[in-house]
């Protein structure tokens, strides 16, 4: 027959395990926020990546063909071309993820959440 003190000593340290384990982990990710400047720094990679991906395409091409400046030229454009669609691209994800954060404000706001002292 188990004695009652160890019940609920046992109790007690898998209360004191469970708290030193929640007290371990880690915090769960709040919503990947980024500021402006890492938006600006993000587009501007991407336009520079195309710029230079477009330039190695082009002067490889150039070299492998024994042409002058004329398929570095028009793959810098292409290149160019390219990082403007994926700084656009980047720019749409983000106005469309503000527009979201704010509907979800604004349905928050209108329906009382109870942070606002509103119901």
């Known amino acids: ?3 009652p003190r160890i019940d609920e000593r046992m109790a007690d340290l898998e209360a004191k395990i469970a708290a030193a384990k ?7 990710r709040a919503d990947e926020h980024y500021s402006q400047a890492n938006l600006a720094w993000r587009m501007v990679t991407e336009l520079v990546a195309g710029l230079g991906i ?3 395409i082009g002067y490889g091409l150039d070299r492998f ?5 004329f398929l570095m030229v ?3 454009f292409l290149g160019l071309a390219a990082g403007v669609k994926t700084m ?6 983000v ?10 404000d604004k349905r928050a706001g209108a329906h009382g959440d109870g942070n606002d002292g509103t119901r």
């Open 1 to 3: 027959m188990a004695d």
């Open 22 to 28: 929640a007290a371990q982990a880690p915090t769960p």
């Open 54 to 56: 477009g330039f190695g």
């Open 65 to 69: 063909f024994g042409t002058t400046p």
């Open 74 to 76: 028009l793959f810098i």
């Open 88 to 93: 656009m691209r980047s720019a749409q994800e």
């Open 95 to 104: 106005q469309e993820k503000l527009a979201a954060e704010a509907a979800e």
